[in-house]
């Protein structure tokens, strides 16, 4: 195979959890560029819809389906709907998340349940039951946001999220750990942790921003196009030996802390 080939996905079907905004939406259309069909999943259907109809009239096979990715019937209706129309389930990118800023004395009970539900719990269970699905197609591709964030601590006056790093650290945890066991279904398993990109989730990060952009080598915040590559490469045949791996995409922020 060539290289074009390699990176090819026509014909593939793509689930992207949260894929209707921020980086959920940068890598949607990355992976419809390279020619997969696309299902945009959240619970706001209205988001998911309009992202969904921006890459048809593009040219491109997208559907938008409501989910709760706490709910595992909502799982598997997204499933059954994603198996009807394209036949295929072939990528899985677990993208959906929440965070929840509080000191960590005073964190709520209820927030911590929130925050790793979502981000820990959905992704589990998203992965099992699209896995199932790849393992009966003869393999696939599974791929976990993590964060920068989740692999060192922040100083409260910067970051307050003990949750959210503590369920970014552990979804480093969980993708080796799937992929190690789902490496016998030709299932690869593979993990990106963005740096700092402009969403909401950062939002609360404005008043620090020359303060995080001093440690940054690169010097900027990541962009609309910086996580293209990665979500293709770890989509495509040319990561096939790649497994259980922690791809950072953070310019170079965590080599310089």
Known sequence: MNITEIFDLTNKTAIITGGSSGLGSQMALALAEAGANIVICSRNIQACQEMSDLLNQQGYQSIAL????TNQKDI???ITQTMGKFGTIDILINNSGTS??????DLPADKWDKVMNVNLKGMFFFSQAVAKVMKDQGGGKIINISSVTGLYGTDPA???????????GAVVSLTKDL???LAQYNIQVNAIAPGFFPTKITKVLDKTTNILLSKIPAKRFGNENDLKGAAVFLSSKASDYIT????LVDGGLTTNL
């Open 66 to 69: 409501q989910c709760d990715i």
């Open 76 to 78: 598997e209706n997204v």
């Open 100 to 105: 929840w800023i509080a000191p960590v004395l």
């Open 158 to 168: 910067f970051l307050d999220s003990v949750a959210y790093n503590t369920s970014k």
């Open 179 to 181: 992929a190690v066991k």
């Open 244 to 247: 259980g791996q922690l791809l």
